[in-house]
């Protein structure tokens, strides 16, 4: 089956510092999602890309999807505390379930 | 934004017994409707996908006999545990989408401690 693979698992910072995680597909995705989960939270959603080779900005992330459509980043600029969670990448969606990458966790230290 | 509730979000219940957990779409009708696990610190284990009227679809592993699906309404899910088990125990996520293709909105949980 479909596996999406995310890295780094834990990622320390400090405040102010970027951050980038990345997730890679065993298989071609229709569309990757990421989600952010706060501690003590649920996921919730951030974005989906769709097309090959697509970047979206919001605010200081910055989300890009591959042009093989197998991979995808999401790169933070100039971490804020409330950047602090678990970030996932998900692939697939819709009609059917999504495949979660096992998520990095983001740290800041002030 | 579109809304999902969840309930309870806490739940203890004793070894052999049953739970129901209830999922609802406040505020737009979800024609399809997820069912998630989270062990701590874990990414999420999508369980089963229930689309309004059918049966649900479960993954590979999950038993359908024990993790009952009812999807009665464009807005309401039910999962039943069924003869709980201490192993059990986890954070169980539903999430619900209103157009194919398109986000998932996600409840915010239930904690389910069996002992």
């Known amino acids: 089956g479909q596996q999406v693979m995310q890295i780094p698992q834990y990622q320390h910072v400090q405040e102010g510092e970027d951050f980038t995680t990345y997730c890679n597909s065993s298989?071609?995705?229709?569309?990757i999602q990421w989600y952010k989960q706060r501690p003590g939270g649920h996921p919730v959603f951030l974005i989906q890309?769709?097309?090959?080779?697509e970047v979206k900005k919001q605010k200081r992330l910055t989300f890009q999807f591959g042009e093989a459509k197998k991979n995808s980043s999401l790169h933070i600029t100039a971490t804020q505390t409330t950047d602090v969670g678990t970030y996932f990448c998900?692939?697939?969606?819709?009609?059917?379930?999504?495949?979660f990458g096992k998520g990095t966790h983001l740290i800041i230290q002030p | 934004g579109a809304v999902v509730s969840q309930h309870p979000s806490r739940v203890i219940c004793k070894s052999g017994t049953s739970v129901k957990i209830e999922c609802r779409s406040l505020d737009f009708q979800a024609t399809t409707m997820f069912w998630y696990r989270q062990f701590p610190k874990q990414s999420l284990m999508l369980m089963a996908t229930s689309n309004e009227g059918s049966k649900a679809t479960y993954e590979q592993g999950v038993e359908k006999d024990k993790f009952l699906i009812n999807h009665a309404s464009l807005t309401l899910s039910t999962l039943t545990v069924t003869s709980a088990h201490p192993e059990d125990s986890s954070f169980y996520i539903c999430?619900?989408?209103?157009?194919?293709?398109?986000?998932?909105?996600f409840g915010p949980g239930t904690r389910l401690t069996v002992t």
């Open positions: 999430s619900a989408s209103f157009r194919a293709g398109y986000e998932q909105y």
């Open positions: 298989t071609t995705l229709s569309n």
């Open positions: 890309l769709v097309k090959s080779g």
């Open positions: 998900a692939g697939g969606g819709g009609a059917d379930g999504l495949t």
